[in-house]
């Protein structure tokens, strides 16, 4: 008599990697969320350290950035800690089994590296790297995604639009005054070292006015971006 086999094409039957269309997908919207978070940062930084006592515009541009980009990091954490513990509680309640930190060394972990990553953070990552990187339950994906468009159209308005407005008017500032240099050039050779001197362009705005626009750019893409999320995953 055959021993008895133990089925455990049940448990595993909705788990499955990510098609490879959908993977490319959500790896472009990573790669767009990261690269915006990571060159406002530079932006935010660089304002702050171009700092010399007497831009107050320039130190008000560093705190827009900073309070928009704080607000929106903190937010998006907040928020995604709440649905994965509303998740852990109803998947508990559904198995009638107590929570992950029970003796399962898997679901303890896997509970301990969602804490880990929204304390720094990350939890936007950490939610596209559980899709990208791991087998997911297909039919929790379309939830996944759902919020993680609404989490990508919360950051897109509370941090991109802000740093889209300001950059915007940096880089335009910096055009005019480039103008205004440039019209008075001529002036200044007939007009003596004095109006020369004067008229010498900020070392800040030489070196800065390309990370403006790259940041520019792609916080503006992440607005557009996000939209897009949230007219194609949520029906």
């Known amino acids: 008599m055959p021993p008895p086999s133990i089925n455990t094409s049940s ?32 932006v935010t930084y660089t ?27 903190l937010a998006c954490q ?8 509303k998740q852990e509680h109803t998947a508990a309640e559904a ?17 301990l590296s969602a804490v880990a990553s929204h304390v720094l953070l990350a939890g936007v990552a950490w939610r596209y790297g559980r899709l990208l990187f791991a087998p997911v339950d297909v039919a929790i994906v379309k ?15 509370v941090a991109s639009v802000p740093s889209v ?7 335009a500032a910096t055009a005019t005054e480039a103008n205004l240099l440039a019209a008075g050039s001529a002036s200044a050779a007939s007009g003596g070292d004095v109006l020369a001197n004067r008229n010498q362009p900020d070392e800040y705005d030489a070196s800065g006015t390309k990370i ?8 503006l893409f992440n607005i557009c971006w996000g939209n897009k999320l949230n007219t194609i995953k949520i029906y």
């Not at 009638?96 to 303890?108: C, E, L, M, V, Y």
């Not at 407005?165 to 880089?171: F, N, P």
Request: charged content about 10%; hydrophobic content about 50%; overall charge neutral.
């Open 165 to 171: 407005l300001v950059q915007g008017y940096i880089i």
């Open 11 to 42: 448990k595993m039957a909705g788990v499955d990697f990510l098609p490879v269309c959908d993977l490319l997908f959500n790896l472009i919207s990573l790669t767009c969320y990261f690269c915006d978070v990571v060159f406002t940062s530079m």
């Open 212 to 219: 403006h626009v790259i940041s520019a750019i792609l916080s």
């Open 78 to 85: 907040v928020i995604s800690f709440r649905w994965y513990l």
């Open 95 to 111: 198995a009638a089994a107590p929570p992950a930190s029970s003796g399962n060394r898997g679901a303890f972990f896997s509970w």
């Open 143 to 157: 939830k996944e995604m759902r919020n993680l468009s609404i989490l990508r159209l919360v950051h897109g308005f």
């Open 47 to 73: 304002l702050y350290s171009s700092y010399d006592g007497d831009g107050s515009a320039r130190i008000a541009f560093f705190g827009i950035l900073f309070i928009s980009s704080t607000t929106s990091l």
